[in-house]
């Protein structure tokens, strides 16, 4: 009788110790947003074809550098103005580089940041530098960024951010279309773009 009240005595207290255990094991929180405002993903990829994989001038890097990403929220029903915000800037020499062929079939998260709700219009994408490797030849050859796009690459996609949810923006640059070769043997950005949008799921909101 003794013995078998021990043994219940042990696992009694072994319960115990389990469900302590239990309750101090690290969980992971609901992925929240601040009452309000709503979510903006960015991510960058490349799903053009398949490049010509016999041709010696052929793309087997194209670099491109990112400093800032901008959106625009579009202006409302009582006269207000539309206006840009900053999304994510990089301080200078930390900027990061892609190679878009390296993105084929794959995508790349660039900013993540909560936004006020309401509509957008587009985004902007400061390229500060690009250069290209060249299957059978030279590598990193400076791609020239034109005057016009120095101020950024406007990307007219309107979308609109809601209450509690997740907003994707993928950037589709194609990389090969993008890389134009000079008469003169130079080679110059003209950016080949698309923007998809989609909203993701509702999420749990902060108190």
């Known amino acids: 009788m003794k013995k078998k009240f021990v043994v219940i005595l042990v696992l009694i207290f072994l319960m115990i110790f389990i469900s302590g255990c239990i309750n101090i094991l690290p969980t992971l929180e609901e992925e929240s947003i601040t ?4 979510r ?3 991510y960058l990829t490349d799903s053009s074809e398949k490049y010509k994989v ?3 001038e052929a793309y087997s890097a194209v670099y491109i550098t990112i400093y800032r990403i ?3 929220i579009a202006g409302d029903d009582d006269g207000a103005e539309g ?8 301080m200078i020499g ?6 878009l062929i390296e993105l084929k079939d794959k995508s790349i998260l660039l900013s993540e940041e909560e936004l006020a709700i309401g509509k957008y ?4 994408l400061f390229v500060i530098y690009a250069s290209v490797d060249i299957k059978l030849g030279e590598s990193g050859v400076p791609v020239e960024i034109p005057s016009n796009l120095q101020n950024g690459l406007k990307l007219i996609h309107p979308f609109e951010i809601i209450e509690g949810e997740i907003t994707e923006l993928t950037i589709d ?4 279309k993008s890389i134009i070769k000079t008469g003169n043997g130079n080679y110059k950005l003209k950016p080949t773009i698309k923007v998809t949008s989609t909203i993701v799921t509702e999420i749990t909101q902060n108190e």
Do not use: S
């Open 35 to 38: 009452p309000g405002k709503g």
């Open 54 to 56: 016999n041709d010696p």
């Open 83 to 90: 206006y840009w915000t900053v999304l994510i800037e990089w």
């Open 121 to 124: 219009t587009q985004i902007r």
């Open 70 to 72: 901008e959106a625009h």
């Open 173 to 176: 640059f194609d990389a090969e």
């Open 40 to 42: 903006l993903e960015i």
């Open 94 to 99: 930390e900027e990061p580089t892609f190679d």
